[in-house]
Every structure is written in structure tokens, then in C-alpha cells.
């Protein structure tokens, strides 16, 4: 039975990753029924909608989703985004997102950490609104959102012979929400002792991510903090061009690079594909085809211990050849 995946490129190098994607999964020995589906700012352009009806319902009824980036331009004042869209109404509650060393220079040592971004709310809720010359923003933390994402992030742990998970929040401060999801998630990890526990405050963590990276196991933490975080522990192995991610809920995934849509590289045979290819891998986890997942994660690893290497990171390789490289090592 083949599955059925939702493909999306969205704008800018999200065209040039998900080409590059697709053509990796061709050589995966599975089958794939593929549906195509329009977001993003071309989108918008076109149908005045970023986000089609159509869309959501395509991903929906899809096993999973391949997701390439779109643009959000911050100057169309009720403009949605298209993938923030996406994870609250499919209720994708968690954002996995890995920071693993890989073999080429520009990456530190011994780097090994999932961020578990919670994926439906926080300062991304969506509501806001002026008065008298006053924007607010209202950050919506739920006891429900906290738990869940707590307890998929414990199991995880446990499943995956993790041995810590730090709680980053902010609850010095924001004393009500971060207050809430600290106490929902030490109250989940109460039935998972043989997992330590610890506590760090975000700004505190943004630092020991460069100071002592390698220390850090599981993370867990509310929506615009671990965007933010993610950004900046990707930069530690290789930066943007190399970082998967998975916006995971109960019946489907979105299968995306954390990048967005890098519009000045566009079409240009300059992006590099890894992450794409690391977020194919993760859906083919997802898909329950682990051994297929490793296939390509065995390859990536393979190909830059071989010195191959796209601009970014130093190297010369474009998208297409650098593709080519990884295809040839496929096992
Ligand atoms: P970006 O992630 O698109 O690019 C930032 C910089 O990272 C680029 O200028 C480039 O130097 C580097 N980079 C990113 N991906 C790369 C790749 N695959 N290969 C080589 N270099 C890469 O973030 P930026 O410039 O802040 O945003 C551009 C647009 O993307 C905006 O409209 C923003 O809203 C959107 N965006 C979309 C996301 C998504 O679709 N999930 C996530 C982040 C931003
Ligand atoms: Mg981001």
C-alpha cells in the first residue's frame, strides 16, 4: 500500500528543497501517492489566501505531509501564516526538532538535542489587537497543550533511552502562563523518575546553548521560545541549511525544514537540501519506515564525512549535485 503524502514547496528555495526531496524519495524503495497542494505567499498572490480550504484538508487526509517554506511578508498588517495555520488547525501539538553533530568542520562535537517545541499556542495564538496606541498580544498557555506536549516528550525520552529533560521557561516573569506549563510538565515527569528533571530559564538557556551545548538532552518548551532556540542550536552543527523538523499530532505529521523561504536564493541551485532530506527521513519515521529513515540519515552522514559540501558550509557543491551525492550513497 502506498502512502499518501501531501506535498507542498510554498515560495522561494521551498521549490528548490522539496525538487530535491522528491527526487531523494524516488530512490527510497517504498511507494508514495502523492497530492500537491498549494500555501504560502505565491499562493496568497494568486487566490488571496495563503492558506486554501483545500489545503488544510489536503494535509488533513494525508498520512503526512512534505512541507518546503513559505514567505510571510510582515508588511500585509492581516496577513496568516501559512504554516503556523497549518499546526494549530490540524492540532500538530508538538514541533520536533533535532540538533545532532555532523561530519564537517563548520559543526561542534558530541551535539546531540531534541527541542520539543510546543506547536498550537503561546505568543502564536494569533491574538492581537491595538488600542489606543497600544498593540497587545495574548499568549495562551492551556494545561491541556502543556500535558500533552509533556507527556509525548517524556515517552519519547523513555522510548529513546534519553536521560534528561530541561524545562525552559520564563516563570520568574511570566509568572501565570510559563507558571502553568512548569508546573503541568514537573507534574507529568513525577511517573518518570528514571528520567532527570531539570529546570532552565530561557535567557539563561540561549547562553549555555554556546557555553555547553553537549550537555543538553531533551528540551522542552513553549512555542515562540523554542522557535527561537531552535534557531540558534541549529547554527551550532551547521546552521539552517541542515535542520529537520516534525510538526506531529494524533492522525498526521508536517515534514519540514526549520528554514523558511530564503527568497535571495531562490531558484538558484544555491540551497542546501539537507534539511529537507533529514525532515523526509523523519516522516518516513513517522510512516513506521524507520529502516528507510536511517537509509538516508547513513547517506547524509556519509557524504559529508567524504567532503562533499554545499556553499553554506563552506563547500562548492549546488542543490542538484550535492543530491546527486547523496543518492550515489544511498545503501
Ligand atoms: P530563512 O530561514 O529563509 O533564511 C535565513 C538565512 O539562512 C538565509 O538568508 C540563508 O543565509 C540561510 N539559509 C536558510 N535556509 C538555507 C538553505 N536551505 N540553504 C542555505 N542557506 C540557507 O529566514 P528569513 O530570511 O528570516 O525569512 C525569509 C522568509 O521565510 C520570511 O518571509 C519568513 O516569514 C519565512 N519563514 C518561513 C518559515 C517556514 O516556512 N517554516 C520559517 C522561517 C521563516
Ligand atoms: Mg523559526
Redesign the pocket.
Known amino acids: 500500500m502506498a502512502y499518501k503524502i501531501c506535498v507542498i514547496r510554498?515560495?522561494?528555495?521551498?521549490n528548490d528543497?522539496i525538487d530535491a526531496g522528491l527526487k531523494l524519495l524516488s530512490h527510497i524503495d517504498i511507494d508514495f501517492d502523492y497530492t500537491y497542494a498549494e500555501a504560502?505567499?505565491e499562493c496568497y498572490l494568486k487566490n488571496g489566501t495563503s492558506i486554501p480550504q483545500k489545503t488544510i484538508e489536503a494535509c488533513r487526509n494525508a498520512d503526512a505531509t512534505f512541507?518546503?517554506?513559505?514567505?510571510?511578508?510582515?508588511d500585509i498588517v492581516d496577513y496568516k501564516?501559512?504554516?503556523v495555520t497549518l499546526r494549530k488547525e490540524l492540532d500538530l501539538f508538538v514541533n520536533i526538532r533535532p540538533i545532532r553533530s555532523l561530519p564537517i568542520e563548520i559543526s561542534r562535537p558530541n551535539i546531540d538535542i531534541v527541542i520539543m517545541r510546543e506547536n498550537t499556542e503561546g505568543m502564536y495564538k494569533g491574538i492581537e489587537r491595538e488600542e489606543n496606541g497600544v498593540a497587545i498580544a495574548e499568549r495562551h498557555i492551556s494545561e491541556k497543550a502543556s500535558r500533552r506536549l509533556a507527556e509525548f516528550t517524556y515517552k519519547y525520552a523513555r522510548d529513546n533511552k534519553r536521560k534528561r529533560v530541561t524545562i525552559v521557561h520564563k516563570a520568574n516573569v511570566l509568572r501565570k502562563t510559563c507558571g502553568l506549563f512548569r508546573r503541568t510538565v514537573l507534574d507529568v515527569s513525577k511517573k518518570y523518575l528514571d528520567i532527570e528533571t531539570e529546570e532552565v530559564i530561557v535567557d539563561a538557556m540561549a547562553m549555555r546553548l554556546i557555553k555547553e551545548p553537549e550537555r543538553f538532552d531533551v528540551v522542552i518548551t513553549t512555542n515562540l521560545f523554542g522557535d527561537i532556540l531552535s534557531?540558534e542550536a541549529s547554527q551550532l552543527v551547521g546552521?539552517?541549511?541542515i535542520s529537520p523538523s516534525g510538526n506531529i499530532g494524533e492522525k498526521t505529521g508536517i515534514f519540514?525544514?526549520?528554514?523558511?523561504?530564503?527568497?535571495?536564493?531562490a531558484g538558484k541551485d544555491?540551497?542546501?537540501?539537507?534539511?529537507?532530506f533529514l525532515s523526509a527521513a523523519m516522516m518516513l519515521d513517522f510512516l513506521g519506515e524507520r529502516m528507510e529513515g536511517d537509509r538516508i540519515r547513513d547517506s547524509v552522514f556519509k557524504t559529508f564525512s567524504d567532503g562533499n559540501k554545499?556553499?553554506?558550509l563552506g563547500g562548492n557543491l549546488g542543490t542538484l549535485a550535492f543530491t546527486e551525492a547523496i543518492i550515489n550513497n544511498l545503501k
Open positions: 510554498g515560495d522561494g528555495i521551498g528543497v504560502g505567499y512541507f518546503g517554506a513559505v514567505s510571510s511578508p510582515p501564516s501559512a504554516i534557531d546552521g539552517l541549511g519540514e525544514p526549520v528554514h523558511g523561504s530564503a527568497p535571495k536564493y544555491i540551497a542546501n537540501p539537507t534539511a529537507t554545499t556553499k553554506d
